[in-house]
């Protein structure tokens, strides 16, 4: 007799390789009581954190501006080489998670979410030159509000460590992020790392310079 399995396929992201503190983040939503929180990813992507999240069984809202990484094709990478994206919906059906995560497709902030949730995670959005034209509070303050009570505020975010990043203000230097949090908000975790060299990667195909900070704050009203 034949019997029929369906095997799971693993993906890979393109940015699989870089630099993140994301795992702290998910250490956090496990903490919860929360058994399938909803939890949106600012700038999903080719899904390299939504998936992750999805594969655990919680509900995603993926928002994400970029067609190819939404919808797959080619990208220049390190020595002008060609890689070829997936895209965050293959990714999805080949994983078989498609049905776990809604795509937004818009810029974070003209996007419309269809409820709030108990968690919200960025990675190093904010400070790229798209999004220079919006102020950093404005920013902030989306993820805030679509934040339930309770709900968590994460971001892992670059700082300045040239001199260009000195005058734009969303390159945040050390504990400047606090400002934009008052007595409604229980700052949980908070660090920054030193200048370090990453390696070449989409979009920075030569080693370059980094400094990252990480923030979680708790919505407490």
């Keep these: 007799m034949t ?3 369906t095997i799971m396929l693993s993906t890979k992201s393109i940015w699989q390789n870089t630099k993140t503190f994301f795992p702290l983040f998910e250490s956090f939503i496990e903490k919860s009581d929360n058994p399938r929180p909803v939890v949106c990813i600012v700038g999903a992507s080719d899904g ?3 998936v992750p ?3 655990k069984n919680y509900d995603i809202i993926a928002v994400e501006n970029d067609p190819i990484m939404i919808n797959g094709g080619v990208v220049e990478g390190p020595n002008k080489t060609k890689i070829n994206v997936l895209g965050l919906k293959e990714r999805l059906k080949i994983e078989q998670l498609s049905s776990s995560v809604k795509i937004i497709e818009n810029n974070f902030l003209d996007a419309d979410l269809p409820f709030l949730v108990d968690a919200v995670f960025t990675s190093s959005t904010w400070d790229c030159t798209i999004n ?3 102020s950093l509070k404005e920013y902030i ?3 805030q509000v679509i934040l339930k009570p309770s709900g968590l505020f994460c971001a892992e975010y670059m700082m300045p460590c040239e001199e260009k990043h ?3 203000e969303h390159f945040l230097d050390e504990r400047k ?3 934009f949090f008052n007595e409604d908000w229980q700052i949980l975790e908070e660090f920054f790392t030193p200048v370090f060299i990453d390696e070449p990667h989409v979009g920075k195909i030569f080693p370059h310079n980094h400094r990252m900070g990480f923030f979680v704050a708790k919505k407490i009203k």
């Design 3 to 5: 019997v029929n399995k």
């Design 48 to 50: 390299r954190f939504v």
């Design 141 to 143: 303050n989306k993820m």
């Design 132 to 134: 220079h034209n919006s």
């Design 166 to 168: 000195l005058n734009v």
């Design 177 to 179: 992020i606090n400002n």
């Design 53 to 55: 999240l999805a594969r």
